[in-house]
């Protein structure tokens, strides 16, 4: 498991990796790839994602989701300088469909006699765990 930072496109995950790593090696073998995007804050949420990865080198829309990603992780006021560092010739647009998401939330959540207790196994379309008025979820993800 190693850090990412990922935006969604409609129902599609999207990040950027460099071409001669690892986790692109490994996405190469096998595109099958599991998501996890934890809250660190209590009560603590998760969603996990499986899904299948497409990559694609000299993407058009490299550099506006390298753009994108930098201003949503660091800020919209460094966000071209970390879109022009990360949108370079050795990386790769990764898009992720989503097969299978799970999500929990509230887990420490003392008012539950059961830690943990309110979770959600959903389809394949990450839309439903974005709206707070889904009453079997209730929270919001930060897209």
Same mark, same amino acid.
């Given at each position: 498991?190693? %850090?990412?930072? @990922? /935006?969604?496109?409609?129902?599609? @995950? =999207? @990040?950027?990796?460099?071409? #001669? #790593?690892?986790?692109?090696?490994?996405?190469?073998?096998?595109?099958?790839?599991?998501?996890?995007?934890?809250?660190?804050?209590?009560?603590?949420?998760?969603?996990?994602?499986?899904?299948?990865?497409?990559?694609?080198? /000299?993407?058009? /829309?490299?550099?506006?989701? $390298?753009?994108?990603?930098?201003? !949503?992780?660091?800020?919209?006021?460094?966000?071209?300088?970390?879109?022009?560092?990360?949108? =370079?010739? *050795?990386?790769?647009?990764?898009?992720?469909?989503?097969?299978?998401?799970? $999500?929990?939330?509230?887990? $420490? /959540?003392?008012?539950?006699?059961?830690?943990?207790?309110? *979770? !959600?196994? $959903?389809?394949? *379309?990450?839309?439903?765990?974005?709206? =707070?008025?889904? %009453?079997?979820?209730?929270?919001?993800?930060?897209?």
């Amino acid at each position: 498991m190693i %850090p990412i930072w @990922f /935006d969604l496109d409609d129902d599609t @995950f =999207v @990040f950027t990796a460099g071409e #001669t #790593t690892v986790k692109v090696r490994n996405m190469r073998r096998d595109p099958r790839v599991s998501l996890c995007i934890d809250d660190e804050e209590p009560p603590f949420h998760f969603v996990l994602v499986d899904g299948t990865a497409e990559m694609t080198a /000299d993407d058009p /829309d490299l550099l506006y989701w $390298a753009t994108r990603l930098g201003g !949503r992780y660091m800020g919209a006021e460094l966000a071209e300088s970390y879109g022009r560092r990360n949108a =370079v010739p *050795s990386e790769l647009l990764v898009r992720v469909t989503p097969e299978k998401i799970v $999500a929990r939330k509230n887990i $420490a /959540d003392l008012s539950n006699r059961t830690l943990g207790s309110d *979770s !959600r196994v $959903a389809g394949g *379309s990450p839309r439903g765990l974005r709206s =707070v008025d889904d %009453p079997t979820l209730n929270w919001r993800w930060s897209a």
